[in-house]
């Protein structure tokens, strides 16, 4: 009774390990969405050698990007020197409006969530990154900063994509 005990509960461990691999397989939150160039509905990770120009970003305690408006062409890689100027972390996502709201709600049952994604940077104080993003489609890119509290005290900008 005992070794049938164990080979039973041997098999279930061994159909769970194979059954997580092929949800690992499947993809990922971030990305693994049948695009193997990492194209998303926001456009793709651009290459920093072949940005077409660069854009710096301030990020600061009053709860505003400088600048916020950013104008691109569709197809453009912009590299953006994002500078948290403030005391206190900020951060640089880009996304969709949905995307952006989404990630905020996890922001905010998570809120020391590190990023690993190319299209996010944060920030320490005093601190700078980049982000090299490919704009792939005309209409609007939303960036905000989804620390607790900043999104909702007006911490948000735009890239408007307009067509070749």
């Known amino acids: 009774m005992k070794s049938h005990f164990y080979s039973t509960h041997k098999l279930i461990a061994i159909a769970a390990l194979t059954l997580s691999g092929a949800a690992f397989a ?40 400088s600048p916020s408006d950013i104008q691109a062409k569709q197809g453009e890689t912009i590299r953006f020197i994002v500078k948290n100027t403030g005391k206190v972390k900020h ?20 809120p020391d969530m590190e990023h690993d994604e190319p299209s996010k940077v944060t920030l320490a104080p005093g601190k700078q990154g980049e982000i090299v993003w490919q704009f792939t489609k005309a209409g609007s890119v939303n960036f905000a900063c989804l620390m607790p509290g900043h999104y909702e005290g007006g911490m948000k900008g735009s890239v408007k994509v307009v067509k070749k």
């Open 91 to 110: 951060e640089m996502s880009l996304g969709t409006e949905k995307e952006l709201l989404e990630h905020l709600e996890q922001m905010k049952k998570f």
């Open 26 to 65: 499947s993809g990922t939150h971030s990305g693994g969405h049948g695009h193997d160039d990492g194209e998303t509905a926001i456009g793709k990770p651009g290459v920093a050698a072949k940005a077409n120009r660069t854009i710096t970003i301030e990020m600061g305690d009053n709860m505003r990007y």
